[in-house]
């Protein structure tokens, strides 16, 4: 058995000691006030303890990890009907590259990068009475918090400034590959996006994936099959054109998003969120990815 509160203690002061922390997001200008110190990190195990250090209880904006959540929900509603409209392919472009979807005719690569996130807001927004509110309750539900909300101001933000995601829902909707008007699909997706959460409220969210499919309720949501593809999805494209290097050096599914968190685990053992909200050039946590580096390497426990 590791200490794993004495672990998280030694990242936590080498991650509040560095002098390189990447860059804060600013294409939403409303993701460009935050706090570039902010540093959180949190470990849940699968038998349900918890260690934390930091800004972990400090809720910020999910962004791209909000699309593993829209995805398990979209899985469980339509089942593999998903795939006949995402594939399952590493894109090693990054998450707003838009050519290849049109080289592909409209399937894009994978349901992790924006345009795959868009067809997958699709089908939400098709197969939820209430899109919106029915997918803020599974999520408050699945982390058994009632707190969890949208921030308009960020969904608003990037309503306005979010040029690409137009561009990849008019692709898509060109190709036939979104049945709802771009206008509906996009004000889901930023929403989602939106979602604000802590580093602790995410380790309960991803408890699923790490445990079968059964949330922390012990209500099944999707199959073990279901969650086995999910966390090879998060491992071969949850870091777009750094997915390999995500791999190779922290060895563990996982997902990141542009507001600076990320989220990994280990299947049967523990779930992991950091947040440190300056990226490195991919958009990924630079401290983020160093910390969960260290800690792989420290416990030797990856999937690897
Ligand atoms: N909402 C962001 C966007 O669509 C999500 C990107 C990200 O977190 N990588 O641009």
Known sequence: ??????????????????????????????????????????????????????DYNKPFSIQSISKVLALSKAMELVGDAVWKR?????????FNFLSLLEIEN??????????????????????LKNPKEDFLSYIKMITNDDSISYNESVAKSEQITGFKNY???????????????VD??????????????????????FYLFA?????????????EQQAKRINALMLTCGFYDEAGEFAFKVGLPGKSGVGGGIIA???????????????????????????LQQFTTHTKRSIF
């Open 1 to 54: 058995m590791h200490d794993y509160q004495a672990l998280l203690e030694v990242l936590y002061h080498d991650a509040i000691k560095a002098k390189n922390r990447g860059s804060i997001a600013t294409y939403i200008p409303e993701l460009a006030h935050i706090d570039i110190n902010n540093f959180g990190i949190h470990l849940k195990t699968i038998d349900g303890k918890d260690f934390g250090i930091g």
């Open 211 to 223: 445990n079968k499919g059964k949330c922390l309720q012990n209500k099944l949501h999707i199959s």
């Open 86 to 94: 995402v594939d399952v392919e590493p894109s090693g472009n990054p």
């Open 106 to 127: 409209g399937i894009p690569r994978n349901p992790l990068i924006n345009s795959g996130a868009i067809v997958i807001a699709d089908i939400l927004v098709s197969n």
């Open 265 to 291: 685990l280990l299947p049967n053992h523990f779930i992991i969120s950091v947040w440190s909200p300056g990226l490195n050039k991919k958009g990924n946590s630079q401290l983020g990815m160093h910390a």
């Open 184 to 205: 509906d699909v996009l004000d889901f997706y930023f929403h989602q996006c939106a979602i604000e959460m802590s580093c602790s409220q995410l380790s309960k969210a």
């Open 167 to 181: 561009a990849a829902a008019n692709l898509l909707k060109s190709f036939k590959n979104l049945n709802n008007p």
